[in-house]
């Protein structure tokens, strides 16, 4: 099941689909499973990798190269968990972080995001995404231990590419105002 979702997602995307099952020895006779699915593709000139691994850790990684041309802005998404959560009663279990007003407006106004947003409220998906300035990527990061985690991938890879075509356009600089206004208008 798995196998058929990234080879089909590396088709969607025209990329490269990789596929890795070794048993890993963990001493003493003891194996364990390492299966470990990779799609590799481009949007734009910039390098997206998508890897899930299962066995001895269930994490997955989805990671977005950016070229130097783009104007890059700091920002973090982390989740509140869901025992916080039972206290504060949020809407949204995903939380933004960022100085730059401009990108988590619009981030806040993000299908995508909030795509990501009931995936988290419905499971347990805690992902961190942070875009990093000086390596010039936007990577996400989280856990497998939940019911179908192949449900998180393609929202986040949108998420990606509006962060994409929002720092292509290179408008998160601009007065907050004028900003929100333009970006209301698309």
């Known amino acids: ?4 979702f990234f080879k089909g997602l590396a088709e ?5 689909f990789y596929f890795k099952d070794k048993d890993v020895s963990l001493g003493l006779g003891v194996r364990s499973p390492n299966v470990t699915y990779v799609v590799k593709f481009e949007y734009k000139g910039c390098e997206f990798s998508v890897m899930n691994s299962t066995g001895r850790s269930y994490e997955g990684n989805i990671t977005c190269k950016l070229p130097s041309s783009f104007q890059i802005i700091p920002f973090e998404i982390t989740n509140i968990s869901h ?5 504060l009663r949020k809407k949204n279990r995903l939380k933004i972080q960022s100085v730059n007003k401009n990108i988590a407006y619009f981030l806040e106004k993000s299908k995508d995001l909030k795509d990501l947003n009931v995936l ?5 998906y805690s992902p961190w995404i942070v875009s990093d ?4 990527t ?3 990061k989280y856990h497998l231990e939940f019911n179908d985690w ?5 929202p986040t890879i949108a ?3 509006s962060l994409i075509d929002e720092f292509e356009k290179g408008v998160a600089h601009f007065n907050y105002s004028q900003y929100r206004d333009a970006i209301n208008l698309v």
């Open 138 to 140: 936007i990577v996400c």
């Open 159 to 161: 998420l990606y590419k």
């Open 83 to 87: 025992l916080k959560n039972l206290f």
């Open 1 to 4: 099941m798995f196998k058929t």
């Open 12 to 16: 969607k995307e025209n990329g490269d």
């Open 150 to 154: 192949t449900d998180v991938v393609e």
């Open 133 to 136: 300035v000086e390596l010039r």
């Open 120 to 124: 988290a409220l419905k499971d347990n």
